[in-house]
């Protein structure tokens, strides 16, 4: 009977591994994807986009560039260290969503489907967290380990 209990926390300790394993891969290559084939072109470019980029939600082009390199680059890195990644994730789900929603309106399904299985993926961490292996469980474990009282410490 020993045995069966052990087998069954085994089987879960691996299978929440596995699954944390999973959110860090889903976090860093979804991240990736955004900083490299979106984020880094336009800041790294700035003056070219600024002149081009379009004003979906009516808050001037130069703002919506700014906000689309905020969440396509910085944001992006902080998705894939896992650092505030619920939050981090938010202004990509918005960008994606103006993207597929506003921008893309008018375009083929093809066109809108890219944008949406991004916000597919920030929808998922936002509700699924960072996982085991990023710097907000770093954080946690830190916070967990401090005493929550003076009482505590005397």
């Known amino acids: 009977m020993l045995s069966l209990i052990g087998a069954i926390v085994n089987t879960s300790m691996i299978q929440g591994t596995v699954a944390n394993l999973g959110i860090l891969f889903a976090r860093v290559s979804i991240g990736l994807m955004m900083l490299l084939a979106h984020g880094y072109g336009k800041l790294a470019n700035y003056s070219v986009y600024a002149e081009k980029f379009g004003d979906p ?56 489907e890219f944008a949406l299985l991004y916000a597919f993926m920030y929808v998922t961490l936002i509700l699924v967290g960072s996982g085991k292996y990023s710097i907000d469980a770093l954080i946690s474990r830190k916070i967990e380990e401090q005493p929550t009282s003076s009482a505590a410490k005397i």
């Open 57 to 112: 939600i009516g808050l001037g082009s130069t703002t919506s560039l700014v906000l689309a390199i905020f969440a396509e680059f910085f944001c992006s890195i902080a998705v894939i260290f896992g650092f505030m990644t619920r939050l981090a994730a938010i202004p990509l789900l918005t960008t994606m969503l103006v993207a597929s929603l506003i921008v893309h309106a008018s375009d083929p399904w093809q066109r809108q």
